[in-house]
């Protein structure tokens, strides 16, 4: 059956040294999983209850392209976050199997608009107008597991016009890898092609149009943007 239509292309991030892209599936992202980050915005962290969220998978940005400032907010936040990439998946995955469905990491932004989020949470409203909205997701390309393996300790850091803004190491992250997927995996069925954003460090801040920003899982993989 023809569509009725043109379906849009299928969202792409890039492979670190590769000709070939990684085709979006969804974007799932962690709240709270850094407890300075969490005690910053004066949130209290559950290891019960993890916090998360989704984004269009149309909201990636890949590293080099400008992200443009989004409309209806005046305060625009950077999230530097390790994102885990998968190329397989199921519900109901166990911790001890979780790292084989992952096909790679990569660095990337959660962009929030933080004034439409502090209205959500007063309101106890969704989240998704202050995270899932248009170029809210800058990806870096992603490295392989089958070339870097694993990462359990890299330092991850955001600087804006050369300034540090973020730094810290994904050591401290609350739900490591495995458990982030496998809780993941218990709400939703993973696939190939899904992302996970894995939280921030603290030290989130605004961005403004014009910002030069450099995220880094270092030794690793790194980001650039400009806010335009
Ligand atoms: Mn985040």
Redesign the pocket.
């Known amino acids: 059956m023809p569509f009725a239509f043109a379906p849009s292309p299928p969202p792409a991030a890039a492979i670190a040294g590769s000709a070939t892209r990684f085709p979006v599936r969804r974007i799932f992202?962690i709240?709270r999983n850094y407890a300075e980050h969490a005690a910053e915005m004066g949130a209290s962290v559950d290891r019960g209850n993890p916090v998360f969220f989704c984004k269009p998978a149309d909201a990636i940005v890949v590293d080099g392209a400008d992200v443009p400032y989004p409309q209806a907010t005046k305060e625009l936040h950077h999230?530097v976050?390790m994102v885990v990439a998968l190329h397989s998946g199921g519900i109901d995955i166990a911790e001890a199997d979780a790292l084989t469905h992952v096909f790679g990491y990569a660095v990337g932004l959660?962009l929030?608009r933080r004034d439409l989020q502090a209205i959500a949470k007063a309101k106890g409203m969704p989240w998704d107008t202050a995270k899932a909205f248009d170029h809210s997701a800058p990806l870096s390309p992603i490295r392989p597991a089958a070339e870097i393996g694993h990462p359990r300790s890299a330092a991850l850091t955001l600087a804006v016009n050369g300034q540090l803004r973020q730094q810290s190491d994904i050591a401290q992250m609350i739900f490591n890898v495995p458990e982030m997927l496998a809780r993941l995996s218990r709400l939703f069925e993973l696939k190939a092609g899904d992302l996970v954003?894995t939280?921030?460090p603290a030290g989130v801040g605004p961005l403004v149009r014009g910002d030069a920003v450099h995220a880094q899982l270092a030794g690793l993989t790194e980001l650039r943007c400009r806010i335009a």
């Open positions: 992202c709240g999230e976050e959660d929030t954003f939280g921030t």
